[in-house]
């Protein structure tokens, strides 16, 4: 959300970057459908249509890999989806909205990262 908000931010690079195919997008039908139902909202104002050119292309775009189910209680349970599709798919780093909701320490090897953290790690 932040990178469509805000497309000069760090997390705008990621989105950006992504779509370039610089590094792969880990995905499930839960990211897709959360994405889906927080895009619609109204306090948001994108266009329908809009909203499906991007989420079919983050379909076309995304590594869909079976997931690894945790036993964690987050703050959010939605984030639960994003947590296990990256210890699933053994990914180096998730950068999450919201980095408080998430464990300190990695988990399976996957570290939390902020927009900017992984950026300086992937360069520009």
Known sequence: MSGLLKPSSWSGKILELAFWGVFEICLDARILQDYREVLHRPKFG?????IEVLLNGLEDLGLWLPI????LD????DDL????????AQTHF?????????????????????????????GD
């Open 81 to 88: 989806a994003f947590l296990e599709v990256a210890v699933g």
């Open 94 to 122: 998730l950068v999450p909205g919201t980095i408080r909701h998430f464990p300190e320490s990695p988990l399976a090897g996957t570290r939390i990262l902020e927009p900017r953290q992984f950026i300086e790690r992937v």
């Open 68 to 71: 690894q189910a945790l036993n």
């Open 46 to 50: 994108f266009d329908s249509d809009q």
């Open 74 to 77: 987050l703050p959010d349970k």
